[in-house]
């Protein structure tokens, strides 16, 4: 693992550097270096070694300063992109053991003065753990997914499900220039690690760190300059128009997409085979974009879930051939197909850089066949009694509870996007119900 991470490192300086050379005179390069250091947040839910050790690490990034090549950046205060490869000691536990991350980022600044620039730095990339739930059981495997204590306490790591999983950040920093090319930089943050249900168990990791470093941008070396036959790099004016809105070639748009991805649900069903479920969304919605690097607008989410034609455990003799749930949160008395579907309505604020959209959707759902089945406790009680839950569509719930108790009437969705052609882009989304993931996906979509 180490090694793989270190030829990453030299391939992520390799590129950059080749990419630069071919175009130097419109590429300005920073190269930073930072030490970490940090916490883990405390979960009830999760290992008991979380939170009591701090994390240490470091990182190290290659940053592509403005310099007048992409109007979109300069249209944000002259952003700087940056890839960077970072690793943490999760607190020297066995049961944690390393991560390592490969990611890009954007640093936004909010003001930049002559010694002193403040901004904010959104994150996303790849995490690859060495401890996982499977390589930290210490009993005999043939008992992997039947339990997770023992005497009342964690015996694995129970955060963790896989290798690989998401990676993201954000960051406020701070940079002080003390001599011409080189910066003191520092950032705080929440940094988050898990794999949106794809592979269970899945609580993540939730850490606050921060980071103390160097940076080293050549061109603003007079040395180097020198050197290397270069006049010293200055940071570009604002080449923006005076008001963003002029820049707006058109004040509406429309969207659609499908999109699909997998998930498992609970580390216990379907032993020994975990079962991968299939989960989908099409969307369709209308945005007015007031300035060009925003907009805002709703639409119309349809969404599949194929977890739910699951049954719960004890109705699973009346239910012979159906899937089987040992999660106590839905109460699934058979396998319906109408459950697996839910419409929803969001509220979509979208940032625009360039050809890259960055949505948090926030919405409510108008049908949803789950609702009147979760708490399980409760939605059992109501049945016994002949009655029903036979909730609205808004209705009170325990929100900090969400992620183990019920979905609720409220959903997320962090929304990515890129736009390929003219009318055509990707899609990358992750749906959450308060803090848990209920799927990560990813597809086609058209825009008019």
């Known amino acids: 693992m180490k090694k793989t991470s270190f030829i990453i490192l030299l391939l992520i300086i390799a590129c950059t550097r080749v990419w630069a050379k071919g175009d130097s005179a419109k590429v300005e ?40 090549r992409w109007k979109s950046l300069q249209q944000w205060n002259n952003a700087s992109v940056g890839l960077g490869a970072t690793y943490i000691n999760l607190g020297g536990s066995p049961m944690l053991g390393d991560a390592f991350a490969i990611h890009a980022y954007l640093n936004q600044p909010f003001y930049r003065a002559k010694h002193f620039a403040i901004g904010i730095r959104p994150t996303v990339g790849l995490a690859f753990c060495t401890k996982t739930y499977q390589n930290t059981f210490p009993d005999d495997p043939s008992h992997l997914y039947e339990y997770a204590k023992k005497d009342g306490q964690y015996i694995c790591n129970w955060s963790i499900g896989s290798v690989v999983n998401a990676y993201l950040a954000l960051d406020l920093y701070m940079d002080f220039p003390i001599e011409r090319g080189f910066d003191i930089t ?10 949106g249900s794809v592979k269970h168990p899945n609580s993540g990791y939730n850490m606050f760190l921060a980071q103390v470093g160097l940076r080293y941008t050549p061109g603003q070396d007079p040395a180097w300059c020198e050197k290397h036959d270069r006049d010293v790099y200055e940071y570009p004016e604002r080449q923006v128009p005076k008001k963003l809105y002029d820049g707006v070639e058109k004040k509406w748009d429309v969207e659609m997409s499908i999109t699909g991805g997998v998930k498992q649900n609970y580390y216990r069903d379907n032993y020994p085979n975990m079962q991968y479920f299939g989960a989908a ?96 406790a409760e939605a059992k009680a109501a049945d016994q009694a002949g009655t029903s ?60």
């Open 186 to 195: 520092c950032s705080f943050g929440w940094h988050h690690i898990s794999n």
């Open 29 to 68: 390069l920073s190269y930073r270096l930072s030490g970490i250091g940090g916490m883990m947040m405390k979960d009830g839910k999760v290992d008991p070694w979380i939170g009591s050790r701090p994390l240490l690490g470091g990182e190290f990034a290659v940053e592509f300063q403005p310099t007048g």
């Open 281 to 376: 969304t099409f969307g369709i919605a209308a945005h007015w974009i007031p300035v060009s690097i925003f907009k805002i607008g709703g639409g119309f989410d349809l969404f599949f879930d194929d977890y739910y034609r699951c049954v719960s455990d004890e109705f699973k003799a009346a239910n012979p051939d159906a899937r089987i749930t040992y999660f106590g949160k839905t109460y699934l008395k058979e396998s319906n197909i109408a459950n697996c579907f839910r419409v929803g309505f969001s509220i979509q604020p979208t940032f625009i850089i360039g050809k890259l959209t960055a949505g948090i959707h926030v919405g409510f759902y108008l049908y949803d066949p789950i609702k009147n089945l979760e708490p399980y």
């Open 389 to 448: 839950l036979n909730r609205g569509i808004f209705y009170s719930y325990d929100f900090s509870k969400a992620s183990n108790y019920q979905d609720g009437w409220c959903y997320t969705q962090f929304i990515l996007k890129y736009r390929v052609l003219q009318h055509l882009f990707v899609q990358l989304g992750l749906k959450t119900h308060g803090v848990r993931a209920e799927f990560i996906d990813a597809g086609l979509g058209v825009c008019f």
